[in-house]
């Protein structure tokens, strides 16, 4: 706990120095405190090019950003979530200190020169690494290390954009994967640390202005629901977008790496110049579309360019985020869907910037699969209660059809595109590339689901296992029943537990001959027993044992 304060306190002092190179950056490339505010103007400081001088300042930034990300830090490089995800799961919580130098300055850099990107991801990656350094400085167990760079990447969110509560569901939803006591409790510390200096700096107030919210008529949540169905399919579809046009930018480019963004600077200048609105993270011009301030072929038209011009950003070579740009797509679409509801439905509809506002919530859930996170932030935004059911109904659609749609989300696409799998093994790791049938135990007796719960009890305390599988009359595999299950039964009163195994048996997650042992480990932790059946990939039937012990032998077998 006292490092998750310290932690907190560093996130939150790293946000405020961010947030104060964004500004200055901004106004020293743009001559204004947001471009995006004032669209089409020109710079004072170069009057006499007009509005052409976006054509000139991506190209400057990027010969300001690009050597110094690929002489110092070539992960600072994109929109550093994944990177952080992957320190996690792979790497054991560990993050070099100079990316959260070289992360700020290049991120600012990047926006304040025109890149379409958010500042969330690199607050993330910076304090991430803050916790990291300091646990690495404490000489603390990979697990609390782990824990601390979760809790760097809870302050920084939440210091960032004054959002408390989102900053702990995001760490414990994207960074860390699971939640737990101790991980609520030192996010949320760190994010209550994080959060008081980043209210001493910029005040108590949301990081958007954003309109009342209401409900007015139950038919509406008909429409969100199709809203949700809508913005997933937007939000997978700028996950593609980003990563196509990534994949174009590495295939054209053929120069050194450090020139990639200046030159690539050229032909963003040129989406800036027809579309000005794109300039930096854009959230005047999200205010503006919650508020009813745009026609629906616009609202369409900055989609598209949003899209664009937030690949262009990070394919290019920029430093950024596509938490904002996600919000930034979800409102134009939300706010288009509620004008065009409106005009087919003016007595039930209700206000463009309801939709607006589920819109945004909608699409980052379809693009990142964290349905918490995104029913939080919105609420913390807004402040009002009555928005979370429509958010709730429309991200929980959304999160659904992108897992139909689509098996990774923008952060683990990023990887994967590398050969990456987050829940496989680490490079070089002893377990992992195995496959389980290779690895197996023969199966144990199984237990007919007729058997009465003492009887059970009696059987699983000679048996040698912690759980047992259980088959129906006709021998067809049901489940498994585990001692504690029996245990925990047998100590209600007789009236209450149930009669026999049947009753509590129940499936774990399946684990195949043919999976990756590195895979299985995961089904295998999640389970309350000490072992799992292993079920044949073609009719389901268990066929082997995985237990701990038989996991470990892999690494006895590949010396």
Not at 13 to 35: E, K, M
Not at 484 to 498: G, N, W
Request: charged share 10%; net charge neutral; proline share 6%.
């Amino acid at each position: 706990m006292v490092l998750a304060v310290l932690i907190g306190g560093g996130a939150g002092a790293g946000s405020v120095v961010f947030r104060w190179c964004i500004t200055t950056f901004t106004r020293l490339f743009s001559g204004h405190a947001d471009y995006a505010a004032s669209p089409g103007m020109g710079n004072p400081h170069v009057p006499w090019l007009g509005p052409y001088f976006v054509l000139l300042a991506p190209v400057v930034g990027g010969l300001l950003y690009g050597p110094l990300v690929n002489r110092f830090a070539k992960e600072a490089r994109g929109h550093g979530v994944p990177e952080v995800m992957l320190a996690v799961a792979q790497r054991g919580g560990r993050i070099s200190p100079k990316v959260a130098v070289v992360k700020t300055l290049a991120s600012a850099l990047t926006i304040g020169s025109g890149g379409s990107v958010g500042r969330e991801g690199p607050i993330v990656q910076i304090g991430s690494a803050l916790g990291s350094t300091l646990g690495r400085v404490a000489k603390v167990t990979d697990g609390r290390m782990k824990l601390l760079v979760a809790c760097g990447a809870a302050g920084g969110i939440a210091a960032t954009f004054n959002a408390p509560l989102a900053g702990v569901f995001f760490a414990m939803e994207l960074i860390l994967g699971t939640f737990s006591a101790e991980a609520f409790g030192a996010t949320v510390v760190a994010s209550v640390t994080a959060s008081v200096i980043g209210r001493a700096a910029f005040g108590d107030v949301a990081f958007l202005t954003l309109p009342a919210f209401h409900v007015g008529h139950l038919a509406q949540y008909g429409l969100f629901a199709l809203l949700g169905v809508v913005a997933a399919v937007v939000g997978v579809g700028f996950a593609r977008v980003l990563y196509l046009i990534e994949d174009a930018c590495d295939w054209l480019w053929r120069g050194p790496e450090w020139l990639r963004p200046a030159v690539g600077g050229l032909v963003l200048g040129l989406v800036l110049l027809a579309l000005p609105e794109m300039y930096g993270v854009g959230y005047p011009v999200l205010e503006k579309a919650t508020q009813g301030g745009y026609a629906v072929g616009f609202l369409l038209l900055l989609i598209l360019g949003k899209m664009l011009a937030t690949s262009l950003t990070i394919g290019i070579g920029g430093s950024g985020g596509v938490f904002a740009p996600s919000l930034f797509i979800g409102a134009m679409l939300g706010a288009a869907y509620g004008t065009g509801v409106h005009h087919l439905l003016p007595a039930t509809a209700g206000s463009v910037g309801a939709y607006a506002l589920v819109g945004m919530g909608a699409v980052f859930a379809g693009a990142s699969r964290a349905p918490i996170t995104a029913v939080v932030i919105l609420f913390e935004l807004t402040g009002e209660y009555s928005i979370i059911l429509p958010l709730m109904l429309a991200i929980v659609l959304a999160t659904a059809v992108s897992h139909l749609l689509t098996r990774d989300t923008i952060y683990t696409l990023k990887l994967r595109r590398r050969g990456i799998d987050l829940e496989g093994p680490a490079p070089g790791a002893r377990i992992g590339a195995q496959q389980v049938g290779s690895v197996m135990d023969p199966l144990p007796s199984s237990l007919p689901a007729s058997t009465e719960l003492a009887d059970a009890a009696d059987l699983l305390s000679l048996s040698g296992y912690g759980t047992l599988p259980v088959v129906d009359a006709t021998e067809r595999y049901v489940g498994v029943v585990t001692a504690q299950a029996i245990a925990e039964a047998l100590a209600e009163q007789p009236d209450a537990h149930p009669a026999t195994v049947g009753q509590l048996a129940e499936p774990p997650t399946p684990v195949l001959t043919d999976q990756p042992l590195a895979q299985a480990l995961h089904a295998l932790l999640s389970t309350a027993g000490t072992g799992v059946p292993v079920l044949d990939p073609v009719d389901g039937r268990p066929v082997g044992w995985l237990s701990h012990q038989s996991a470990l032998r892999a690494v006895h077998a590949s010396a």
